[in-house]
Nanobody, 114 residues
């Protein structure tokens, strides 16, 4: 079955950390670039970070540079998003995206609040 399944979201206090995971199946994961997007209530979905097939090149939205790190493990068919120094404005549903048939995951909620 072709799918992306995110996990790792939750409620965290400002300044805290979370690590999101996205497990891929049904396609050759290592052949495709991967991305994380997020969508806050009432806002458009925005690109957070992306990573090339081998993981050698990464790119980030200005709002998360220096705080978030995207990585991947092609042996495990998984892409990660390490989020540090979280802020209330990081609250959103986070989605994994693969450049394979424009494939999206179901999303995982991240809430940053005291």
């Amino acid at each position: 079955q072709v799918q992306l399944v995110e996990s790792g979201g939750g409620l965290v206090q400002p300044g805290g950390s979370l690590r999101l995971s996205c497990a891929a199946s049904g396609f050759t994961f290592s052949n495709y670039a991967m991305s994380w997007y997020r969508q806050a209530p009432g806002k458009e979905r925005q690109l957070v970070a992306r990573i090339t097939r081998a993981g050698s090149i990464t790119d980030y939205a200005d709002s998360v540079k220096g705080r978030f790190t995207i990585s991947r493990d092609n042996a495990k068919n998984t892409v990660y998003l390490q989020m540090n120094s979280l802020k209330p404005e990081d609250t959103a549903v986070y989605y994994c995206y693969a450049n394979f048939r424009s494939l999206w995951g179901q999303g995982t909620q991240v809430t940053v609040s005291s």
